[in-house]
């Protein structure tokens, strides 16, 4: 930890993921109640705004043209600004067309960060280090989720809900703006391909941030709003249930990047899958608020466990193609997001199970694919 700590890019990148993660959780957990309980969207007018917010995932690919002109770094920052000023509008335009444009506004910065973080990852540490980063990033996003949480617990029965989203939103523009004028760039790192890069030998990475991008989209869409909707979560249940979602990824993650150091990214993904396919068939056919709400938190706690994809292409992906392939992973991951969310809305007003039982048949087919990975430790 002493020789992480020494390097200024790993300060700089856990100032920026406590700041974007706490702007999305806070976007996260007020937005379901806003939606539902004062702005009255259904569930295919949720799935539109959903599709929309991973539209700049799906264009993800635009931060490769954008580091022509921009420091890498500098994008990460600017992207976290993004985050707050998105956060901080969704306060005045409480209406379904108000939240599509301010959810596009949030949703460029925090997609673009996102890609940003995992190539500055990738670049400034080595093949051990970069998994215990990753995780470090998990547990301090975790720390700023529950900080996030217990705000707006504490502030819920104070301020309205537009007020809460003005004022975390304030907050996080104020933390990107100091971030922005920090120096963290080691000149020392190989300098990374200009433009897109697609190799055929990197078809698995492809593959499996396309699959990952389709699960992890029924889980982030349907599982809270089926909270909200058919079990009548309050502002307060979500936030708490967010708190011990994030209790737990802070002290679990350190464990899943030793995990992977371990046993490798094939069979700590391959739990992943496993479990998740039966986390899935249980928000189908379990209907039980609480159950559901204990299968919500396993759920995130496997989550996690995508780092390993990342660590599998930095294990085999040349050094020089790692932003432009964070890049284009990070798209692919997304090109199911932008189709998900209506289709699944359109399929959860037909039946709210059919969404859920996809998500299993997905594990089962990434279960399939992860078997190709033949790195191990």
């Given at each position: 930890?002493?020789?992480?700590?020494?390097?200024?890019?790993?300060?700089?990148?856990?100032?920026l993921?406590?700041?974007?993660?706490?702007?999305?959780?806070a976007?996260?957990?007020?937005?379901?109640?806003?939606?539902?309980?004062?702005?009255?969207i259904?569930g295919?007018?949720?799935?539109?705004?959903?599709?929309?917010?991973?539209?700049?995932?799906?264009?993800?690919?635009?931060?490769?043209?954008?580091?022509?002109?921009?420091?890498?770094?500098?994008?990460?920052?600017?992207?976290?600004?993004?985050?707050g000023?998105?956060?901080?509008?969704?306060?005045?335009?409480?209406?379904?067309?108000?939240?599509?444009?301010?959810?596009?506004i949030?949703?460029?910065?925090?997609?673009?960060f996102e890609?940003t973080?995992?190539?500055l990852?990738?670049?400034?540490?080595?093949?051990?280090?970069?998994?215990?980063?990753?995780?470090?990033?998990?547990?301090w996003?975790?720390?700023?989720?529950?900080?996030?949480?217990?705000?707006?617990?504490?502030?819920?029965?104070?301020?309205?809900?537009?007020?809460?989203?003005?004022?975390?939103?304030?907050?996080?523009?104020?933390?990107?703006i100091?971030?922005?004028f920090?120096?963290?760039?080691?000149?020392?790192?190989?300098?990374?391909?200009?433009?897109?890069?697609?190799?055929?030998r990197?078809?698995l990475?492809y593959?499996?941030?396309f699959?990952?991008?389709?699960?992890?989209?029924?889980?982030?869409?349907?599982?809270?709003?089926?909270?909200?909707?058919?079990?009548?979560?309050?502002?307060?249940?979500?936030?708490?249930?967010f708190?011990?979602?994030?209790?737990?990824?802070?002290?679990?993650?350190?464990?899943?990047?030793?995990?992977?150091?371990?046993?490798?990214?094939?069979?700590?993904?391959?739990?992943?899958?496993?479990?998740l396919?039966?986390?899935?068939?249980?928000?189908?056919?379990?209907?039980?608020?609480?159950?559901?709400?204990?299968?919500?938190?396993?759920?995130?706690?496997?989550?996690?466990?995508?780092?390993?994809i990342?660590?599998?292409f930095?294990?085999t992906?040349d050094k020089?193609?790692?932003a432009?392939?964070?890049?284009?992973?990070?798209t692919?991951?997304?090109?199911?997001?932008?189709?998900?969310?209506?289709?699944g809305?359109?399929?959860?007003m037909?039946?709210?199970?059919?969404?859920?039982?996809a998500?299993?048949?997905l594990?089962?087919?990434?279960?399939?694919?992860?078997?190709?990975?033949?790195?191990?430790?």
């Amino acid at each position: 930890m002493k020789e992480l700590k020494q390097n200024k890019m790993y300060a700089y990148l856990m100032l920026l993921v406590v700041a974007a993660t706490a702007g999305h959780q806070a976007w996260r957990t007020l937005f379901n109640n806003l939606a539902v309980d004062e702005v009255g969207i259904n569930g295919f007018q949720l799935g539109v705004i959903q599709s929309v917010r991973e539209i700049p995932g799906f264009l993800a690919l635009l931060v490769i043209y954008v580091l022509f002109f921009v420091r890498e770094h500098r994008l990460s920052a600017i992207s976290v600004l993004l985050v707050g000023i998105g956060v901080a509008m969704t306060g005045f335009f409480p209406s379904f067309y108000g939240l599509i444009f301010t959810t596009l506004i949030m949703s460029i910065g925090f997609h673009y960060f996102e890609t940003t973080n995992k190539s500055l990852t990738l670049q400034y540490f080595n093949f051990e280090q970069a998994p215990h980063v990753f995780a470090k990033q998990k547990s301090w996003a975790a720390v700023a989720n529950v900080a996030m949480g217990a705000f707006i617990w504490l502030l819920a029965g104070h301020l309205s809900l537009q007020m809460n989203f003005i004022v975390a939103g304030v907050l996080i523009t104020l933390l990107a703006i100091w971030a922005f004028f920090w120096k963290p760039e080691n000149k020392n790192i190989p300098a990374q391909n200009k433009g897109m890069v697609l190799r055929k030998r990197y078809w698995l990475f492809y593959v499996l941030n396309f699959l990952s991008g389709a699960r992890r989209q029924i889980f982030v869409v349907f599982a809270v709003f089926m909270l909200v909707q058919k079990y009548q979560f309050s502002v307060q249940n979500i936030a708490l249930l967010f708190i011990i979602n994030n209790i737990i990824t802070y002290f679990i993650s350190p464990y899943i990047a030793k995990g992977i150091n371990r046993f490798g990214e094939r069979k700590m993904l391959s739990l992943e899958y496993i479990s998740l396919i039966f986390v899935f068939l249980g928000y189908a056919f379990i209907e039980n608020g609480l159950v559901v709400a204990i299968l919500y938190i396993v759920d995130h706690i496997f989550f996690g466990f995508s780092m390993g994809i990342n660590t599998y292409f930095h294990k085999t992906g040349d050094k020089k193609d790692i932003a432009p392939s964070m890049a284009v992973g990070f798209t692919i991951n997304h090109i199911s997001a932008v189709v998900i969310p209506v289709c699944g809305g359109l399929l959860w007003m037909w039946h709210w199970q059919i969404p859920f039982i996809a998500g299993a048949i997905l594990c089962v087919v990434s279960l399939v694919f992860v078997q190709k990975i033949k790195i191990e430790n």
